[in-house]
């Protein structure tokens, strides 16, 4: 079982900062078979969209939306990723879903974290 715990999440004015963390853990899985770990969003009746992805290389892909302006990172151990957002805007309340590729017996398996809200007022 891996389980995904999220942090970070909040109130903040526009123009201003939130880092989201994301740790995985679990009883069955080493935390050198994560593969990518990222963040999407998820607007209510809305389809959830990358925010931004990076591989166990240290990859980072990011959607047009934020470029320039939020910076993913793994740590040192991998098995935490964080989303640094700066210059916050309206547009970018949202809840904010991390998620963890892991390969494992059955094959490479996506985990989600609960979610958390981040609201950016004008």
């Known amino acids: 079982q891996v389980q995904l715990v999220e942090s970070g999440g909040g109130l903040v004015q526009a123009g201003g900062s939130l880092t989201l963390s994301c740790a995985a853990s679990g009883s069955d899985f080493n935390v050198h078979h994560i593969r990518s770990m990222g963040w999407y969003r998820q607007d209510p009746g809305k389809e959830r969209v990358l925010v931004a992805i990076?591989?166990?290389?240290?990859?980072?892909n990011y959607a047009e939306v934020v470029k320039g302006r939020f910076t993913i990172s793994r740590d040192s151990a991998n098995n935490t990723a964080l989303l640094q957002m700066n210059s916050l805007k309206p547009e970018d309340t949202s809840v904010y879903y991390c998620?963890?590729?892991?390969?494992?017996?059955?094959?490479?398996?996506?985990?989600w974290g609960q979610g958390t809200q981040v609201t950016v007022s004008s």
């Open positions: 998620h963890a590729d892991i390969a494992q017996v059955e094959g490479v398996i996506r985990y």
């Open positions: 990076i591989s166990r290389a240290g990859v980072a």
